[in-house]
């Protein structure tokens, strides 16, 4: 799936029974590793804790825990856990908080399969994938955040230094271009695509691509 012998490890967190089953069912038929299924919040946590998936589709409407805070809780302390958001409701609101929670895709539950397995696909490589029309809604709030005067202390390091290929990669990253497309682009694999990016991430101690996108914005390379 992602290159690498062993399939992408998958959990998929649903309260519907028969959507979480269908969901599950799909992936695995698409050669995805699905490690755990969960019904409710708490016993979400416990399952990811339990099986380290690498990609969790998660809905926000759970009983008990909700999806944010189940995002919350799992995100930083699972070793390169991404989450993808699967949920009916295509709110701004909704959308932004499971961002901030630490999502790094968002999809509307009225996607076809064929959607959902490519979003999970990319959303294993650490790309942000959003249902059309959401994915602009993210790069405006984070225009938004970078034009707010933050704190600066008089000590802040200077910046990693990255190379030209990395800046001109990162560049198109913040313009919401997909890996594919940037590699058509600069006439390079996907592979040293993801390569750069992994660089960039490590040079600029940042955890996913959803970061590095703010991280451009705030410096105005969206707009260069």
């Known amino acids: 799936m992602t290159g690498q012998d062993a399939p992408v490890s998958v959990m998929v967190v649903d309260d519907h029974p028969m959507w979480r089953d269908a969901v599950a069912r799909d992936l695995a038929e698409a050669g995805f590793d699905v490690v755990a299924t969960a019904g409710e919040g708490a016993q979400a946590v416990r399952r990811a804790r339990a099986t380290s998936p690498q990609v969790l589709v998660l809905d926000l409407n759970l009983p008990g825990l909700p999806g944010v805070q189940v995002c919350k809780e799992l995100v930083g302390t699972l070793a390169g856990l991404r989450v993808l ?12 908080e499971a961002v901030k929670s630490g999502a790094t895709g968002y999809l509307v539950k009225s996607a076809s399969t064929a959607e959902l397995i490519e979003a999970v696909r990319r959303t294993a490589v650490g790309e942000a994938v959003f249902t059309p029309g959401l994915a602009g809604l993210v790069l405006g709030e984070y225009r938004r955040l970078a034009a707010e005067p933050g704190p600066r202390t008089p000590d802040e390091p200077k910046a990693p230094q990255l190379t030209d290929r990395e800046t001109e990669v990162l560049r198109l990253v913040a313009k919401g271009l997909s890996y594919k497309q940037i590699a058509e682009r600069l006439v390079i694999s996907h592979r040293t695509v993801q390569n750069h990016v992994q660089n960039t991430l490590g040079k600029l101690q940042l955890h996913n691509r959803v970061e590095l996108v ?4 705030e410096r105005g390379l969206d707009d260069a």
């Open 85 to 96: 958001v699967l949920s009916a409701s295509g709110e701004h609101a909704d959308v932004l």
């Open 214 to 217: 703010r991280y451009a914005i």
